[in-house]
């Protein structure tokens, strides 16, 4: 009974953004993309054409990135280590049509040195990186989590498919400092605004929490920042058409008395639809992974009851992780709330033999499905056990 009823649930869910889908279509009326990159392209041309900024820019190049494309493409551009390099992109790449899914340059753009990486995630749509390795620039368009390793081998077990449109991605290779060649380059003008997004993000980067490092698989991000106020340090969340996985190493024995502590403050759900099913998976979490490779999320839901348990409806993550619907209650947003998970029972009843040990706690923050907005705040984590005690946060 309890299968009939997610299963009826998901067809209703998928015909409420079939009908959203429809509207969206309806409202962007004529696809003007190839105009808007050929409008994209033209401007950047110019402003970094002028004798001021030509004198800060080592190269420029502007790259068609297809999301069906097979592999890695050349920039036709060499970088050093150490060089900074500003990525500029628009366009739009789409899952379906019909459900309104697409994705864009945040989400899907990589880059990578020579034949062997390391992967590179732009963070935005207008983003300045620091090279860590030389050689020949590489590019891609692939949503996150389809690799086989950190170097951007493909998964086979994941081929792409059937995702069209295209990025036209700006490269610029700076001589020097980014920031004074970006403020050059908008003291002739912009592009809707994406060079004065470049500059913003080339100045003041938002910094990882400290002790804490962004999952490679979905590459670095700015959705999480170190924060303080009355409550003491925590940790700020917020994500808009973004996904993004914080990791904190945390070897712990896990036992039958073993307990994640924490306090969280939610203030906005990214979806408030069923969050069961890909179209829809988009939500605020933090989890534990174990030693075995499965992670364990407890979730706040916009629609699902508490005490809903479920496999991941992602490819590859469907191997690995569970989702725990811990609060659903909207009187719950915006307040500060207490929790206390005994992680072993907790693991017993969602997924089956408990592992031995605790290796790390997540956060976890997904908005790139429906393309909303969430907004958390996590503080005072802990693995407890007894006298044992491990601080996170």
């Known amino acids: 009974m309890a299968n009939q009823v997610a299963a009826l649930r998901s067809v209703v869910t998928l015909l409420r953004l079939a009908i959203r889908g429809s509207v969206a279509r309806l409202r962007r009326g004529a696809d003007t993309t190839a105009d808007q990159q050929a ?14 900024a030509s004198a800060t820019i080592a190269d420029i190049r502007f790259v068609s990135v297809g999301g069906d494309s097979s592999g890695w493409q050349a920039a036709d551009l060499d970088v050093a280590t150490g060089q900074q390099v500003s990525v500029l992109a628009v366009g739009t790449l789409w899952a379906s049509r019909a459900l309104n899914l697409k994705f864009g340059p945040r989400l899907g753009l990589w880059l990578r040195t020579g034949d062997t990486g390391p992967l590179i995630k732009t963070p935005g749509d207008a983003a300045t990186v620091t090279m860590q390795s030389g050689g020949p620039l590489h590019i891609v368009a692939k949503p996150p989590g389809e690799w086989a390793d950190e170097n951007g081998a493909f998964d086979d077990a994941f081929p792409r498919a059937g995702i069209t449109g295209s990025l036209l991605v700006c490269i610029i290779v700076w001589k020097a400092d980014a920031v004074a060649g970006l403020r050059t380059m908008l003291s002739g003008g912009d592009y809707d605004g ?19 490092s962004y999952l490679w698989r979905l590459g670095q991000g700015a959705i999480y ?10 940790i700020h969340c917020h994500t808009k058409e973004d996904v993004g996985i914080l990791q904190f190493p945390a070897d712990f024995e896990l036992t039958d008395t073993t307990k994640l502590q924490w306090r969280w403050k939610v203030d906005k759900l990214p979806c408030e639809l069923p969050e069961d099913i890909q179209p829809t998976h988009d939500y605020l979490s933090i989890a534990v992974e174990f030693d075995n490779g499965q ?5 706040w839901s916009g629609s699902l009851a508490e005490g809903t348990v479920f496999r991941c409806p992602l490819p590859f993550w469907d191997k690995v992780e569970t989702h725990w619907v811990l609060r659903s209650n909207p009187d719950g947003l ?7 998970r ?3 029972s907790d693991y017993a009843r969602a ?3 408990p592992p031995a040990r605790i290796v790390r706690v997540w956060l976890i923050a997904v908005s790139v499905f429906q393309r909303g907005e969430g907004i958390c705040d996590y503080a005072d984590i802990e693995l407890v056990d007894g006298d044992r005690r491990l601080r996170v946060l």
């Open 39 to 52: 409008t994209f392209e033209a401007v950047l041309t110019s402003l970094a054409g002028s004798p001021a």
């Open 194 to 212: 994406i060079v004065a997004n470049a500059l913003a993000q080339a100045s003041a980067p938002v910094a990882t929490p400290k002790g804490w």
């Open 225 to 234: 920042a170190d924060a303080s106020g009355e409550h003491g340090r925590h």
């Open 295 to 299: 992670d364990l999320t407890y979730m």
């Open 334 to 340: 915006g307040k500060w709330l207490n929790e206390d």
């Open 342 to 344: 005994p992680v072993k």
């Open 351 to 353: 997924i089956g033999t």
